[in-house]
């Protein structure tokens, strides 16, 4: 594996994030409680992995510009700019929603989580988006 092929690694590590959460979120309104923790911790390595590998790819190329001047230009951005702003601030309420859940605050665990799931959930997404724009057109 060579730097080049980290922008597709990190959309399939992005879509298996999304995946994850997605399944988790069905988990616990299920009330599985147990797959819902083995779905959130694998969303939450896949994300960790994600990170590194990103860190990795733009400390070494730096960043791709958008390679085209038409109708999809004003669109790329209305996506990237969110996901840039909304994945640097979610990191840390992550951190604090892990660290409720393995207390047993669950009721502050699950208070915090019904904002920040969405927000993980857009920045999951929104990454493959991303990607399959500077990328796959």
């Known amino acids: 594996m060579s730097l080049s092929d980290l922008p597709a690694l ?7 994030s999304a995946v994850l959460l997605f399944l988790g979120y069905r988990n616990i309104k299920r009330g599985d409680r147990e797959r819902h923790q083995r779905f959130m911790v694998a ?9 590194i590998s990103y860190v990795i790819y733009h400390a070494n190329i730096g960043s791709k510009p958008y390679p085209f001047d038409d109708w999809t230009r004003p669109l790329y951005f209305a996506i990237l700019i969110p996901h840039v702003i909304l994945a ?16 047993g605050d669950f009721k502050k665990h699950r208070k915090l989580a019904r904002i920040v799931w969405p927000v993980w959930m857009f920045v999951s997404v929104s990454g493959v988006v991303i990607y399959a724009m500077l990328y796959l057109r």
């Open 10 to 16: 990190n959309a399939t590590l992005n879509l298996i």
């Open 43 to 51: 969303a939450l390595i896949t994300s960790t992995l994600f990170l």
């Open 88 to 103: 640097a601030l979610m990191a840390p309420f992550v951190v604090v929603i892990v660290k409720r859940a393995a207390k």
